[in-house]
């Protein structure tokens, strides 16, 4: 019976943590650039003090759990938008941003000028450039597929774009933000830059709500378990321990 409470439970923790990652993912489906999460579940196999059970003591000791989340880096549809400060990146890169906890990463390309002419996010923060934080020049932009930007004829920088090996496990910070290890990142070489343009979050929301659905029904499948464990133990407690005494 205690391994049976035991899995309930650890099943219902993780399904509450999925709940909570989908409905992020739903939360930021209009998000530009953001990257949709996706829960991964392991095994955990409980031992005993004797170490090694029979088969059967190891199938009903191996309880599920959420380990993490990966992230969905597949390209989210462009949309035209006509503001010129709109930035979208055809390819795997990232826009790189410098933000009071360090350099951060994103898709999200809605840029705009500060009161002192620099390109900043939406949330205020510098957008990168080859050279540091770009300020931009009066008058018109014109922004490459490479990131030149160029104001009158004249080149104001390269915005700053880079690239991780395909291994590398990018942490979600918020805000479309994500950080990486220091020194893993290269400069993108595939990628493009699409001037009046943003990349809509790649989150599918028809497919997040059936995921949706099916986690809230194996929450409540497993806190129907959790009742029944819970009455059984009373009527065990209730019946047998009269007769122990």
Known sequence: MDSGYYAACTALAARTQALDTI????????????????????????????????????????????SGASLDLSQGALQKTGNPLDLAIQGTAFFAVQTPNGVMYTRNGSFQLSSTGQLITSTGDPVMGDKGPITMLPGESSISPDGTISS??????????????ASTQLQSEGSSYYSAPAGIEKPATDSKVQQGTLENSNVNPILSMVELITAQRSAESMQRALSMFSSEMDKTATQELPKIS
């Open 23 to 66: 409905a992020n993912n739903l939360a930021n489906a209009n998000t530009a650039g953001y990257r949709a999460e996706h829960n991964i579940f392991s095994a955990v196999l409980a031992t005993t003090q004797s170490g090694a059970g029979s088969n059967l003591s190891n199938a009903i000791n191996n309880f599920g759990i959420v």
């Open 152 to 165: 009158n004829g004249a080149i104001t920088g390269k915005i700053r774009m880079v690239d991780f090996p």
